[in-house]
């Protein structure tokens, strides 16, 4: 079975200083992980993803998420938050597979990230 | 850049009418999702749909639940005799070849009278 623990529900930073969203997961197959970012009213959006041999992923708009099978972590990071970060973030497990056979996403609870100016 | 487009963005019904939630997936895609997220709860999976038949579904999805590929390019999912707690965003995806990568619509929000 797999699933995902996003370990904060509210992060709140300063603009321009660090963000760390925590994610552990648990799956008894090899993990695809990803991080999907919803703004209001919006739809969820791709931020990353993991999926092979290179642990340190970069995504969009400067987050990157390292993958750490020891801790089972995934956790994401932006060396500086801007305001238009301000959104909720899920962190999301899937099987890896390199050809897509429909395997359906498993996500974490959210995490809501603002940023003060 | 191609995206998921899904209508209508909010639906509002009586409770034992039935809805259908529309969903345009990106054009060359071959996989194709529902999920939902009830407000302050988790995204769920709900079904996966390739080749004209279900892949797999979830416990949520049952017989008041239906999803067709009616012409080959939209995506719609029936509730047949909505509940108050079918009320939710729900959410359409599609993925392409590899690595069950997905992309998501910006969702309907169904209420339920």
């Known amino acids: 079975a797999q699933s995902v623990t996003q370990l904060d529900s509210h992060v709140s930073v300063s603009e321009g200083t660090p963000v760390l969203l925590r994610c552990n997961y648990s799956?008894?197959?090899?993990?695809?992980l990803f991080w999907y970012v919803q703004h209001p009213n919006k739809g969820l959006q791709l931020l990353l993803k993991?999926?092979?041999?290179?642990?340190l992923v970069k995504g969009i708009n400067g987050f990157e998420a390292e993958f750490k099978k020891s801790e089972t972590s995934f956790h994401l990071t932006k060396p500086s938050a801007h305001m238009s970060d301000a959104a909720e973030y899920f962190c999301v497990v899937t099987e890896r597979m390199i050809y897509n056979q429909g395997g359906k996403l498993i996500f974490g609870q959210g995490t809501e990230l603002s940023v003060k100016p | 850049e191609p995206e998921v487009t899904q209508t209508p963005s909010h639906q509002v019904t009586q409770m034992g009418q039935e809805v259908i939630l529309r969903c345009v997936p990106i054009?060359?895609?071959?996989?194709f999702y529902w999920y939902r997220q009830i407000l302050g709860q988790k995204v769920e999976f709900l079904v996966s749909f390739y080749n004209n038949e279900i892949s797999e579904k979830s416990e949520i999805f049952d017989d008041q639940f239906s999803v067709e590929r009616p012409d080959g390019s939209n995506f719609t999912l029936k509730i047949r005799s909505t509940k108050l707690e079918d009320s939710a965003m729900y959410f359409c995806?599609?993925?392409?070849?590899?690595?069950?990568?997905?992309?998501f619509g910006p969702g309907t929000r169904l209420t339920v009278l």
């Open positions: 993991y999926t092979s041999a290179a642990t």
């Open positions: 995806a599609s993925g392409g070849r590899f690595y069950n990568e997905q992309f």
């Open positions: 054009s060359n895609h071959l996989y």
């Open positions: 799956s008894s197959y090899s993990p695809s």
